[in-house]
């Protein structure tokens, strides 16, 4: 084998192809963070939002994970405009600020009359 060749494939072995996203498992192998907390800290703008590469796959890009990589505490990522979030429709809160028998009464009687004991269904 040609000394030219090894030192190729040993260039290569020393240097692998940069992945072009890094998948969740990847990036907790890079940053010894656990799921749960890359999770909460994007939420909070404190880690880079993962690209969505389709159907249920996501992953950073390496350039990305680099800023954060060099300096974790001041990371902030930038402010996501109207366009870049899908908007999400709320439920009503109301019901929800009752107390839980206040709840259960407006769910079971709305729309029923009261039966008293003595009237019949007929009258």
């Known amino acids: 084998m040609p000394s030219s ?5 040993s260039e290569q072995a020393a240097f692998p192809v940069a ?4 998948r969740v498992a990847d990036v907790i192998r890079i940053t010894a963070l656990r799921r749960a907390t890359i999770y909460r800290r994007i939420a909070e703008g404190r880690f880079p939002r993962p690209v969505h590469l389709g159907g249920r796959a996501c992953g950073w890009s390496p ?6 990589i060099e300096a974790p505490q001041e990371y902030r990522a930038a402010p996501l405009g109207l366009a870049d979030k899908p908007l999400r429709r709320r439920r009503s809160t109301e019901r929800l600020k009752l107390s839980r028998f ?10 029923h009359k009261k039966w008293k004991k003595g009237e019949g269904l007929s009258e």
């Open 5 to 9: 060749q090894v030192t190729k494939q």
């Open 19 to 22: 992945p072009a996203f890094y």
């Open 63 to 68: 350039a990305a994970l680099q800023v954060w």
């Open 102 to 111: 206040a709840r259960r009464k407006s769910r079971t009687q709305v729309g």
